[in-house]
């Protein structure tokens, strides 16, 4: 039995809520909200000690960390629809991209995100209430996260990410004008992983993701967005931003 | 035929590095000194545009990525002894930890060793043989962390980052005080993208990383260092740094 800890379809939530639907493989959703800091709760620091989602429980067993969750499905039901390629250098392009998200695009684009959507929500709590959650908060460097959104970040810090996302949209902009999809000829979890966090940028960042600037990620979101999976994880998955999902499916 | 493009036995050189050595693969070593900044020259730039060691080159392939070029190993020598776990959980506990390495315990040890090692270094180039170098690094935020190691890194930088070594040693000792090897009961490369990082501290962090505090971490480290593989690795691999990589090897 499969479990899906997790947030909406958005961001790393997305990961392997897409990669599960795209395998056929059926599982209880269990959706915590982050408005009311639901994966900084008790209950679920007991399945995973980080506070974080996405996390899977497969048959009693908890696997952690979005990109690791994902392959985890391609080894653990290899009869599944194949979202990894199987010749190893195109594994190995896999993953440079997949690590890539990891490790650069979506810590620029989360500080943006955070800065828009999380101080709001952090400013609205007075300091007391503020402290409180933040106190059940097990990793530090989240905790100082917090704390930048709720004072705003700095502005340089702001700049240097939004250069970083030009870079980043650009890097995806160049393979995809070259290949169909980002690891080749086959859509693979290097697409999914991109995808999870470039999908509402047509929206969110539409000054640097647009039909005119940037007209094969557009393309691509517009492809995987049309794929039976992603319009049934859309149409079925409940979310904290229910309207912002929305505009992305329609995208 | 393989070829592996790197620096000396140590850091993200070390991982593929060590894996050939334990899978027993032959290839051919084409060391790279980082001393005269060859890894930025143009030839290299030609097979990695990152300008990033190591890379490995597979029947005229390039796969680049010191993680990423460990599994490829897996994936396109399934008859090699194995360094990934077969269990679909087990490997997934395998890559919680290389990319915990990657994305965490690696950069606070880079910083401090950049601080110690590559800013005298770069303070022994004048202004423009310095700029010269700069040009050449392709990766703008290589290029700040030299500017950031000439000029000597801030002291709240470096108090931060030693904040995260010892959150990252305490991490490793608590594990494998449970744990023979980190992914658990099999040596994986979980242990030798960690051991990449970690060897050597118990010099060079020898305050931080010694049998007193971390007894289970120096035996993991003396271990690893006893393979046969990692003699063989240590013995035969030119190093930049002789000295440092000779006094590891006798950890």
């Known amino acids: 039995m499969l479990t899906l800890y997790s947030f909406g379809p958005g961001a790393n939530s997305l990961k392997p809520m897409l990669a599960l639907y795209e395998k056929g493989l059926e599982f209880t959703p269990r959706f915590l909200d982050p408005t009311v800091f639901e994966h900084h709760q008790e209950w679920f620091k007991q399945i995973n000690p980080r506070g974080q989602v996405p996390a899977l429980e497969h048959d009693g067993q908890i696997i952690t960390e979005s990109t690791v969750i994902c392959e985890y499905l391609e080894d653990a039901f290899p009869d599944a629809p194949k979202l990894r390629p199987t010749d190893p250098a195109q594994i190995a392009e896999m993953r440079v991209w997949t690590k890539w998200v990891d490790e650069y695009f979506c810590w620029c684009v989360s500080t943006i995100g955070w800065e828009r959507m999380i101080g709001p929500m952090a400013r609205a709590l007075d300091e007391d209430a503020f402290e409180e959650q933040i106190k059940r908060i097990p990793i530090p460097e989240q905790q100082v996260k917090w704390r930048n959104a709720r004072n705003g970040f700095p502005k340089e810090v702001l700049e240097e990410e939004m250069r970083k996302i030009r870079v980043s949209i650009a890097r995806l902009e160049a ?37 005119t600037d940037t007209p094969h990620l557009i393309d691509w979101i517009q492809r995987i967005n049309a794929r039976p999976a992603a319009k049934a994880m ?10 912002r999902h929305k505009a992305s499916a329609d995208a």
């Not at 980002?182 to 509402?200: K, M, Q, V």
């Not at 859309?234 to 309207?243: D, G, L, R, V, Y």
């Open 234 to 243: 859309f149409a079925n998955a409940k979310s904290e931003m229910p309207e």
């Open 175 to 211: 393979r995809l004008s070259e290949s169909p999809w980002l690891a080749g000829p086959d859509y693979t979890l290097a697409d999914i992983c991109n995808f999870a966090i470039a999908n509402g940028m047509q929206n969110g960042f539409a000054e640097i993701v647009n039909a």
